[in-house]
């Protein structure tokens, strides 16, 4: 149980086009889904965390405007990268929790490759 | 900056040897989490420790906390080519429904046939 579904697995796009990267809880509901963004051989980074029905909570220095991230339901958070660019490109990774999980192990899906040409 | 810190950032060892990463944090935390990535895939949830808790066991894995040092380690035994992934340690320091977790840098284990 608790699978966490994330499309596409790898994305190749070019340069100024947004990208939508998806990620459901097959077999659970989740308020909560959390978004990281990964480099080689580095840790997560949280970038923001998702809760259904209202606004997402950005940590410092990432731009809401350029990730926009919606959690229309209690399985589904998305994450849009708009106008992106090269420096863009990156694996990143989404998480959720179950309902009244919190202080619950995470859930992950196995991340997106976003290249940006 | 990170509040979890692993060492070493890179293990490599022969099948069937035991494996021990550690994990260094700064803050009063509600929980300590070990998880497991593969190359280019997801995490996986290992084990979770809480604050008042000193060891916990799973199968070939023993975590270890100690909340004065603020330190934790992972024990894998009789390790075997499968367990070659990165280990990430994951503090939760959150309060109230702000829940969060923080991860470390990780350890790239490398288990050798």
């Known amino acids: 149980g608790a699978v966490v579904s994330q499309h596409p697995s790898r994305v190749i796009c070019k340069s100024g086009t947004s990208v939508k990267i998806e990620c459901r809880s097959l077999d659970f509901q989740a308020t909560t889904m959390f978004w990281y963004r990964q480099f080689p051989k580095q840790s997560l980074m949280l970038m923001a965390t998702s809760n259904e029905g209202s606004k997402a909570t950005y940590e410092q220095g990432v731009e809401k405007d350029k990730f926009l991230i919606n959690h229309a339901s209690l399985t589904l958070s998305t994450l849009t990268v708009t106008s992106a660019h090269p420096e863009d490109s990156s694996f990143y990774i989404c998480?959720?929790?179950?309902?009244?999980?919190?202080?619950?192990?995470?859930?992950f899906g196995n991340g997106t490759r976003l290249t940006v040409t | 900056s990170q509040q979890g810190e692993e060492d070493p950032q890179a293990l490599s060892i022969q099948e069937g040897e035991n494996a021990t990463m550690n994990c260094s944090y700064k803050t009063s935390i509600n929980n300590l989490q070990w998880y497991r990535q593969n190359s280019g895939r997801g995490l996986v949830h290992l084990i979770l420790i809480r604050s008042n808790e000193r060891e916990k066991h799973s199968g070939r894995l023993r975590v270890t906390l100690d909340t004065s040092k603020k330190s934790s380690s992972l024990l894998i035994t009789a390790s075997r080519a499968a367990d070659t992934a990165s280990y990430f340690c994951?503090?939760?320091?959150?309060?109230?429904?702000?829940?969060?977790?923080?991860f470390g840098k990780g350890t790239l284990l490398t288990v050798n046939p």
């Open positions: 998480s959720a929790i179950p309902l009244g999980g919190n202080n619950s192990p995470l859930h």
């Open positions: 994951a503090t939760d320091a959150s309060g109230g429904s702000n829940y969060k977790l923080t």
